[in-house]
């Protein structure tokens, strides 16, 4: 079995930062792509990064110069650096990975999500 766990969530004021991080843990071979989403109240959930086990990112328009996303492979670990956060910004965010967990075959995982608040 795989876990994502996440931290890093929390309140915080607009225009400040949060780091949110995501560990995989378990019956792994290897991890292709990272990514994280998201989800507000009544919505649904979104794309809000990528990236590849070589690094390779892709962004949503509405995080894109705001937001970063990174891995550290040796550590099983994905970051999303969010800078200048806005009310909209207020969400559920959920780690993503794809992940080979046995020679013969590979799963999407989730993790169980972090909630991020900004705080008026």
């Known amino acids: 079995q795989v876990q994502l766990v996440e931290s890093g969530g929390g309140l915080v004021q607009a225009g400040g930062s949060l780091r949110l991080s995501c560990a995989a843990s378990?019956?792994?071979?290897?991890?292709?792509?990272m990514g994280w989403y998201r989800q507000a109240p009544g919505k649904q959930r979104e794309l809000v990064a990528t990236?590849?086990?070589?690094?390779?990112?892709t962004y949503s328009d509405s995080v894109k110069g705001r937001f970063t996303i990174s891995r550290d492979n040796a550590k099983n670990t994905v970051y999303l650096q969010m800078n200048s956060l806005k009310p909209e910004d207020t969400a559920v965010y959920y780690c993503?990975?794809?992940?080979?967990?046995?020679?013969?075959?590979?799963?999407?995982?989730w993790g169980q999500g972090t909630q991020v608040t900004m705080s008026s």
């Open positions: 378990g019956s792994i071979v290897s991890i292709y792509t």
């Open positions: 990236i590849t086990s070589g690094g390779s990112t």
């Open positions: 993503n990975a794809l992940i080979r967990d046995s020679w013969y075959r590979s799963n999407t995982y």
